[in-house]
């Protein structure tokens, strides 16, 4: 039983570029959240997808957008990169909202 | 929003001993209170959880409990292992459950052999 993948590992990106992560789900979960972690911080909640919708969004701008895909697989685009973008971002897989099990997260890089 | 407060920040224990790791939740209408220990370069391990209805849960060597009168809730690791080094996060669910999880800012326990 696959966990909760994610991809890229690593990203490298340069300030006002655009960037796309991936997730796919622990088998049998409906519902994947997204959320940054900052160097020595706790995760921040960004949003959450449920049946492909956004179902509640933390203290994040626009410039960060989702998608959840029919197969439960979900995206996070990030449009125009600021240095403080620079985070580790994790995934984090539920059936319905409580035990969430995170992937290994993307380190994304902004220069 | 919800607020979650973790202390200590730091926590150095001799192997062998207990430790404990204490947070405070800010929305009373939160009724999930999960763990999650983080190594270094690692993803954040869900390693213990509690709702609302029960004070206290316990597997193996680990333990929570809630209060939530007083809106606390505490992590107890006994006979300590070297392997219990990490980073050790709480987090709470606020009203309606989708808010997403609030995270304490983090415990980073050393066990000193």
């Known amino acids: 039983d696959a966990g909760v993948t994610q991809s890229p590992t690593h990203l490298i990106k340069t300030r006002g570029q655009q960037v796309t992560l991936r997730c796919s789900p622990k088998?049998?979960?409906?519902?994947v959240s997204w959320y940054q972690q900052a160097l020595g911080q706790g995760p921040q909640f960004i949003f959450q997808?449920?049946?492909?919708?956004?179902?509640q969004r933390g203290n994040f701008p626009d410039r960060f957008s989702g998608h959840q895909f029919p197969n439960y697989s979900s995206e996070l685009n990030v449009n125009a990169l600021l240095l403080g973008d620079s985070a580790l971002y994790l995934c984090?897989?539920?059936?319905?909202?409580?035990?969430?099990?995170f992937g290994p997260g993307t380190r994304l890089t902004v220069t | 929003g919800e607020n979650v407060e973790q202390h200590p920040s730091t926590l150095s224990v001799q192997e062998g001993d207990s430790a404990v790791i204490k947070c405070t939740y800010s929305?009373?209408?939160?009724?999930?209170f999960p763990w999650y220990k983080q190594e270094l370069g690692k993803r954040p391990q869900l390693i213990i959880d509690?709702?609302?209805?029960?004070g206290e849960k316990k597997d193996q060597r680990i333990a929570v409990t809630l209060n939530k009168t007083a809106k606390h809730f505490s992590l107890h690791i006994t006979e300590t292992q070297p392997e219990d080094s990490a980073v050790y996060f709480c987090?709470?669910?606020?009203?309606?459950?989708?808010?997403?999880?609030?995270f304490g800012k983090g415990t980073h326990l050393i066990i000193q052999p």
């Open positions: 984090a897989s539920s059936w319905g909202w409580d035990e969430q099990y």
């Open positions: 088998s049998g979960h409906d519902t």
């Open positions: 997808y449920y049946e492909e919708e956004e179902r």
């Open positions: 929305d009373s209408a939160s009724n999930y």
């Open positions: 509690i709702r609302s209805n029960v």
């Open positions: 987090a709470a669910i606020g009203s309606g459950g989708a808010d997403g999880l609030t």
